[in-house]
């Protein structure tokens, strides 16, 4: 027989126990979903920086008037476009960040307003459409005075 009634012990029961675990396991997981959402986006902001950057790149070779070649495919590696220069060497023009993926064509021929670049610029690991890797756009075209420019993250 019991020394004292059952009505005096304290703690918990099974069912809020329970209820504490499921409430724990959503906030939890809400948390996640976030976290990897902030994270795509921050790769994503990375590959929007590089494409700004080897934007840049590409409009000093063409205010200098020098030769480079920007076809690219993300299997070429990071460097991205090649200079010729007179001991025959070939420099790149560009060197993305870990990651970032370009498919890019274009070319600085030497000579004023015959520039062309064009290129799609993504992260490996970014967001995906329809688990496609989100891409963004970049153009310049000196012929048309035409420069193109992804906008910020929403």
């Keep these: 027989m019991l020394s004292r009634p059952l009505s005096n012990q304290k703690g918990f029961t099974l069912i809020e126990s329970m209820v504490v675990c499921i409430v724990l396991g959503i906030l939890f997981h809400m948390g996640l979903i976030v976290y990897r959402d902030m994270n795509r986006r921050g790769k994503d902001a990375m590959a929007i920086t590089d494409g700004r950057n080897l934007i840049t790149a590409v409009e000093i070779t063409f205010i200098n008037l020098e030769t480079a070649y920007y076809d690219h495919n993300p299997v070429d590696g990071s460097e991205i476009g090649t200079q010729d ?10 060197v993305l960040s870990s990651g970032t993926r370009v498919e890019s064509t274009g070319e600085s021929t030497g000579f004023a307003g015959e520039g062309f670049f064009e290129a799609d610029v993504w992260h490996k ?12 756009h970049l153009l310049i075209d000196e012929q048309f005075n035409t420069i193109s420019l992804p906008d910020n993250i929403s």
């Design 85 to 94: 220069y007179p001991s025959g060497t070939r420099a790149p023009v560009f």
């Design 125 to 136: 690991d970014g967001s995906k459409l329809g688990g496609v890797p989100r891409k963004f």
